[in-house]
């Protein structure tokens, strides 16, 4: 066993479980230990705590590897709950270390003495503050444990004057045991086929847990004649030009998809505990196959539960069923809906309210930059919406948003954590101004750390998913708008490549720039500030356009109220009828 400092050990053991590098702001004496042993793991000096946590979260989600955040005691702590929270709700490994006041200071209402253990217990699974300098690497050994075995954050809490303890520390191997591939059986495989024949409507509803599954789920879309309905954390899991993929549903969705899974007869849930089922009707049948016994019948009372993992239980199916089942009028019908809504979106590209840009307009651009290798980190509001329907999926690229907290600056914070762990790969953010000018700061850490990122804000002047929210509860917007600074000026002033764009001319521009710079190599990050129009998208959670259950009246009023004329975008329903009709 060497002799070092406590501070050195914890970093020595995390390079030790192959972390290179945290988040943070310097955590009082815990820092030493990142001065001393630099070359092992990096500490990237973010402006706010909060992006680190959010960094961290985001990075366990692309990665697969425990994202760490630290921060020093008190305020600091505390600014990390955003990012924990994040990735407690995303069911995302993390590691959260934070220091405390000395141990002779507690509970004596010292400066900034507050009771952290209590604060962090109901946030975490593992939680541990620790009392003895010998304690910091075993404990932080048994946190990223519990975090990789539960996919949940922990918290380690430090005393500042335990770090710069000597102490005897030893790397000891680390044995990571990967989770049970659990199958189905052949009763369960032979009553899911039965359940897909028997059906004259059935959809496929992925989530998540497709993620190492994506070919079996255009496999088995293609063999059973099903449209796919990804949720919208999976969009990126599913080909933007597979002609079975309809979107996401919902709020942010599409008219087919929503018009689909409330015609369905039969949901395929794989890797999903989506929680808009429970509003589904309450005699749909539903498959649901998740490797998690918890999420199974967790939203919605399942005709068949299946404990497996996605990709083994897909291919278990596809096996048992030899060929191909003939394309029924509903995918059909499905088919000519989807076509339908690229028509809508096209028609948002080329619209130009008050002569403004659309978001539509921004991201059509914005997709000449998108690579095979792409990630895309994405905020929470309206831009998501426009994002998960515009932005291309498919040939390679991944995305990471806040999907369960709804986390507002998520965008920038991701883009630093994708940027650091796929140098080589093309990051692109999408951020409202809202949630941008949460987090704007950070435009400095991607430039002190050289770290070209394309960062889209589409500028509205206020938080428009909230004020769509309040317009359809017959609200007022009051406090919902907001003054905006020249965002692209503010990037320039913090050494980033700022370009401001108000319309076609100078997005097309904009976005030749954006070439060049890549072209040259440039490290500077990129920030396009796009003015756009602050019309709400089409609001897709609760579409009134089956005839079947409303009135012509009701159809009538929701058409107007949305500019979506009925001839060029006729309902899903009277889609189906016609071609049973035509035979």
């Known amino acids: 066993m060497a002799q070092m400092k406590a501070s050195e050990a914890l970093v020595k053991e995390l390079a030790n479980w192959q972390i290179d590098h945290v988040y943070g702001i310097p955590a009082d004496s815990l820092i030493d230990g990142f001065a001393a042993e630099q070359d092992l793991v990096r500490y990237i000096q973010v402006r706010h705590e909060e992006v680190g946590a959010l960094a961290a979260a985001a990075e366990s989600k692309l990665t697969g590897k425990i994202g760490v955040a630290l921060a020093a005691v008190g305020p600091g702590a505390i600014h ?26 507690m509970n004596t209402h010292y400066l900034q003495d507050m009771d952290e253990d209590e604060l962090f217990a109901g946030l975490d699974t593992f939680h541990r503050q620790v009392s003895d300098a010998k304690q910091i690497p075993e404990t932080i050994r048994s946190a990223i444990q519990a975090a990789y075995e539960t996919q949940s954050p922990s918290v380690v809490i430090i005393p500042d004057d335990l770090a710069n303890v000597e102490i005897e520390y ?29 059906a004259k409507q059935p959809v496929m509803l992925v989530g998540t847990g ?12 293609k063999k059973f004649g099903l449209p796919v309905i990804p949720t919208a954390p999976a969009v990126g899991y599913v080909p933007t030009n597979f002609e079975n993929n309809l979107g996401p549903q919902g709020t942010i969705g599409t008219q087919p998809a929503f018009e689909a899974m409330h015609m369905a007869d039969l ?60 394309a029924s009028n509903f995918l059909k019908a499905c088919h000519v809906a989807r076509k339908n809504w690229h028509g809508y979106l096209n028609e ?61 600056g998520y965008a920038l914070s991701a883009g630093i954590a994708a940027k650091l762990s796929y140098p080589d790969r093309r990051v692109i ?23 070209p990122i394309i960062n889209v804000v589409l500028e509205n002047g206020g938080y428009g998913f909230i004020r769509q929210e309040k317009a359809k509860a017959g609200k007022s917007d ?106």
């Open 267 to 326: 949901v395929v849930m794989v890797g999903t505990s989506y929680p808009f089922m429970r509003f589904m009707p309450s005699g749909l049948k539903t498959i649901q196959i998740n490797q998690s016994a918890q999420a199974l019948g967790e939203q919605f009372p399942a005709t068949q539960m299946v404990q497996a993992d996605a990709k083994t239980y897909l291919n278990q199916v596809l096996n048992a069923q030899p060929e191909d089942l003939p």
């Open 170 to 198: 030893e790397a000891m191997p680390v044995n990571t045991h990967p989770k049970q591939i659990l199958m189905g059986t052949d009763e369960q495989v032979a009553e899911s086929i039965a359940l897909i024949k028997q």
């Open 210 to 221: 497709i993620r190492h599954a994506q070919e079996e789920v255009v496999a088995f879309s």
């Open 348 to 408: 948002r590209v080329s619209a130009r309210p008050n002569g403004l840009l659309t978001p539509e307009a921004v991201l059509r651009q914005v997709s000449q930059l998108v690579t095979a290798d792409t990630i895309y980190g994405l905020d929470i509001g309206n831009n998501t919406v426009w994002s998960a329907r515009m932005l291309p999926f498919g040939d390679g690229q991944m995305m990471t948003m806040s999907s369960w907290f709804g986390a507002m």
């Open 429 to 451: 953010t999408v951020s409202g101004d809202g949630g941008f000018s949460m987090v704007v700061q950070d435009i400095l850490t991607q430039v002190q750390y050289q770290l």
């Open 80 to 105: 990390l709950i955003y990012g924990l929270c994040d990735a407690k709700m995303d069911h995302t490994p993390m590691l959260i270390i934070i220091s405390n006041v000395a141990t002779n200071m």
């Open 478 to 583: 009051y406090a919902l708008k907001f003054m905006n600074a020249n965002w692209a000026g503010v990037a320039e002033n913090m050494g980033a490549i700022g370009l401001r764009v108000t319309n076609d001319d100078t997005l097309k521009e904009a976005v030749e720039t954006i070439k060049q710079h890549l072209a040259a190599g440039d490290k500077r990050p990129i920030l396009l500030d796009a003015i756009v129009t602050d019309e709400a998208p089409l609001d897709t959670s609760n579409m009134k356009l089956d005839p079947d259950k409303y009135s012509d009246r009701m159809i009538g009023q929701f058409r107007v109220k949305y500019h979506l004329d009925g001839d060029s975008y006729p309902s899903l329903r009277r889609i189906l009828n016609r071609i049973e009709e035509e035979g």
